[in-house]
């Protein structure tokens, strides 16, 4: 809404107007621009509100805190530098909310440091602003909230994180667009122990190929089970924007622990590698040994390449099993090989293997391979290759 403002003087009255929602404005009253930012709750799930940002005449501002769910005491506010997730000190101290309304109003002419501040520089801030327990409680947070350039735009993408070592843990990543065009990436897990501290990254390529950490996320809090972590680089310090991370090659783990980074709590691709629900999947039955049979799954990704999952029931711990898509069908056998699988790990009976390509360099997208003229084979070891534990035909050989 753009200002109005009346000018009155002994002689003659000059009036400035401007389209508003409102043409009644009384004589000599300003009608500034206003703002309305979330606080999301925090340490109490019953408190939440919003902050008013409100222009006034001399171009300062006024913060109006409104929260629902306090009942008593006095909860000091601030705005803080950078974003909640990267956290950062003190610039403007806000009139404490009083908990028995819930309410707080702050005119603003300057930051902590006496540089003067106005009701636009506010809209353009890297901040957020912190309502906490008590002055004496500051470490708990009661309510908190992006403001300025890292507000939420309401846009935003969630992928899933799968179980891994621990079948109760699981949840989702959600990248939430800000207006900057920077990203707020939120972690957030079921199953966790709450005494737990979980570190996270972005990696590059995908789960089933592992690659080097691209961007290290904040870890993910066994007891609140969640995460948040701004994103506007990777830890080179190359660009990372929200619509980066939309078709990043990359995925996300979440590990037990920072002693044991090699144990997965959580697993999950994002940005083109992404599945997209489209998958086939192709049964695979005992040769060698009887109680040895599974599936293999061919799942198409947004960058169309296919993740190949074979699971196989009856394999036991220790084992190593190699796997391959041969050319031709199981009645024609034996067919070279033209897609090298990963291994089949006994102790779960399952191999996962990102496909782009042929062995022989040739690409193969999720359409070519539910067309190829193949089959599977499943092998005892890779000293016994002549020794078939599974096997099945796939793509043109099914019917």
Request: glycine share 10%; proline share 2%; net charge negative.
């Amino acid at each position: 809404m753009k200002k109005i403002l009346y000018l009155f003087t002994m002689v003659t009255a000059l009036v400035f107007t401007s389209c508003t929602n409102d043409d009644h404005n009384a004589p000599g009253e300003f009608n500034g621009e206003s703002k309305i930012y979330q606080l999301e709750s925090r340490s109490n799930n019953d408190i939440k509100g919003t902050a008013t940002i409100v222009e006034n005449a001399d171009g300062s501002a006024t913060v109006n805190l409104k929260l629902d769910g306090t009942a008593t005491g006095s909860h000091p506010a601030h705005i803080h530098a950078n974003s909640a997730a990267e956290s950062g000190d003190i610039i403007v101290d806000l009139t404490p909310v009083d908990g028995a309304t819930g309410e707080s109003t702050t005119i603003i002419s300057a930051r902590k440091d006496g540089t003067k501040i106005t009701y636009d520089q506010i809209l353009e801030l890297d901040g957020y602003i912190n309502v906490h327990q008590s002055a004496s409680d500051l470490g708990t947070l009661i309510a908190q909230g992006d403001i300025g350039i890292n507000e939420l735009v309401g846009e935003s993408k969630e992928y899933e994180l799968n179980s891994v070592v621990v079948p109760t843990i699981k949840g989702t990543a959600t990248i939430h667009k800000r207006i900057s065009g920077a990203s707020l990436l939120e972690i957030e897990l079921e199953g966790t122990p709450e005494d737990g501290e979980h570190p996270a990254h972005i990696h590059a390529n995908t789960a089933a190929e592992s690659g080097d950490i691209l961007i290290s996320l904040s870890s993910v809090n066994g007891k609140s089970r969640k995460s948040w972590t701004h994103i506007e680089a990777d830890n080179e310090g190359t660009e990372v924007m929200y619509e980066d991370l939309l078709e990043y090659n990359g995925y996300i783990n979440v590990h037990l622990s920072g002693e044991e980074l090699g144990v997965i709590v959580a697993q999950g691709d994002i940005g083109q590698n992404e599945l997209t629900g489209n998958q086939k999947s192709y049964n695979l039955v005992s040769v060698a040994n009887a109680s040895i049979s599974g599936t293999a799954t061919f799942s198409e990704r947004v960058n169309k390449q296919t993740l190949v999952t074979l699971e196989l029931a009856g394999t036991t711990a220790g084992g190593i099993h190699p796997a391959h898509i041969h050319m031709g069908s199981v009645a024609d056998a034996p067919g070279d090989i033209v897609v090298s699988l990963t291994n089949v790990i006994g102790a779960t009976g399952i191999s996962k293997t990102n496909v782009a390509q042929l062995d022989a360099g040739g690409a193969v997208d999720y359409e070519a391979l539910l067309a190829i003229d193949g089959y599977i084979n499943v092998h005892l070891g890779a000293d016994q290759l002549g020794t078939l534990i599974a096997q099945g035909n796939v793509g043109a050989n099914v019917n």
